[in-house]
T-cell receptor
Framework: AQSVTQPDIHITVSEGASLELRCNYS??????LFWYVQSPGQGLQLLLK??????LVQGIKGFEAEFKRSQSSFNLRKPSVHWSDAAEYFC???????????FGAGTRLAVHP | DAGVTQSPTHLIKTRGQQVTLRCSPI?????VSWYQQVLGQGPQFIFQ???????GRGNFPDRFSARQFPNYSSELNVNALLLGDSALYLC???????????????FGPGTRLTVL
């Protein structure tokens, strides 16, 4: 069965520091992968997605993610974190039917000034 | 253009009651999905509707039901509420639906349901 694991429940970084959020997936075929961000009281905003092609994908707000098939990973990165990046981040995989997404449990990011 | 809208924003119910949540998709979008997000967890798929027909259902009890109207808006109904139904309910819309393919989904802000 498809699944997504985000090993880090909570991460704290200093403003200006680099960031990497981990995501591992379980899926039989080539996955469609997504990263979403959720700020308090807000819905989910798509940061970036990977369907095929270049394994390094660029997203909004300066985020990027790298698909590594050999490691079943799709880690999210940002070279310099801003205080406004504090939010919860969800990795998701398309399940293969009817637009259904399977989400990880999320990683809550805190940013220290 | 307006995004996905959901109403109400918050509501509080007691165990055993019934609740109806509403979703209006982005104009022109014909598919609506519902997700439940329990505190501390990622969203879980409940239903998908396309052209007023149910096209997908997640692992939720029959107390959960939904429908889609001719204007493509949707309602999610939950009967006999349990404490464990307390969650953020998210609606997402997409332009269409392809069997086995993916259409980008746009999420609304959600309805926060508290069951006491």
């Amino acid at each position: 069965a498809q699944s997504v694991t985000q090993p880090d429940i909570h991460i704290t970084v200093s403003e200006g520091a680099s960031l990497e959020l981990r995501c591992n997936y379980s899926y039989g075929a080539t996955p469609y992968l997504f990263w979403y961000v959720q700020s308090p009281g807000q819905g989910l905003q798509l940061l970036l997605k990977y369907f095929s092609g270049d394994t390094l994908v660029q997203g909004i707000k300066g985020f990027e993610a790298e698909f590594k098939r050999s490691q079943s990973s799709f880690n999210l990165r940002k070279p310099s974190v801003h205080w406004s990046d504090a939010a919860e981040y969800f990795c998701a995989v398309f399940s293969g039917g009817y637009n259904k997404l399977i989400f990880g449990a999320g990683t809550r990011l805190a940013v220290h000034p | 253009d307006a995004g996905v809208t959901q109403s109400p924003t918050h509501l509080i119910k007691t165990r055993g009651q019934q609740v109806t949540l509403r979703c209006s998709p982005i104009s022109g979008h014909k598919s609506v999905s519902w997700y439940q997000q329990v505190l501390g967890q990622g969203p879980q798929f409940i239903f998908q509707y396309y052209e007023k027909e149910e096209r997908g259902r997640g692992n939720f009890p029959d107390r959960f039901s939904a429908r889609q109207f001719p204007n493509y808006s949707s309602e999610l109904n939950v009967n006999a509420l349990l404490l464990g139904d307390s969650a953020l309910y998210l609606c997402a819309s997409s332009p269409s639906l392809r069997d086995g393919g993916y259409n980008e989904q746009f999420f609304g802000p959600g309805t926060r349901l508290t069951v006491l």
